[in-house]
């Protein structure tokens, strides 16, 4: 219900290996599965890709429009147009506070 296609069976880094016959895990009891397929995982997110773009003169926002002059029955009406143009991402910037990961599997607090 709602899945994101990330738990597909080898890819998902919490998972381990998939098998069932873990001897890590006990009954009903959750605990952190071994990672085994992706050494260097870890629940935390370090890194994420920035919203943000450069535009020619090396500005940086989230979106940059231009004042255009519309003329109009005679009369001068200023708009904002939208620039999508010349523009490059800021690319994947680094979070000063980590989080979790959404697909981590454990619980962390229960109220």
């Not at 231009?66 to 523009?87: C, D, F, H, P, Y």
């Amino acid at each position: 219900m709602g899945g994101s296609g990330s738990k597909s069976k080898g890819f998902w880094p919490f998972s381990g290996s998939g098998s069932t016959d873990d001897p890590t895990k006990d009954g009903n009891e959750q605990s952190m599965a071994r990672v085994r397929s992706f050494p260097s995982a870890t629940p935390f997110v370090l890194t994420r890709r920035s919203s943000m773009y450069f535009d020619e003169d090396g500005d940086l926002a989230h979106e940059f429009y231009e004042e255009a002059i519309v003329t109009k029955n005679g009369r001068k009406k200023a708009k904002l147009k939208r620039i999508q143009k010349n523009l490059t991402p800021q690319g994947i910037i680094k979070l000063d506070i980590p989080c979790i990961h959404v697909d981590f599997p454990v619980v962390l607090c229960e109220a």
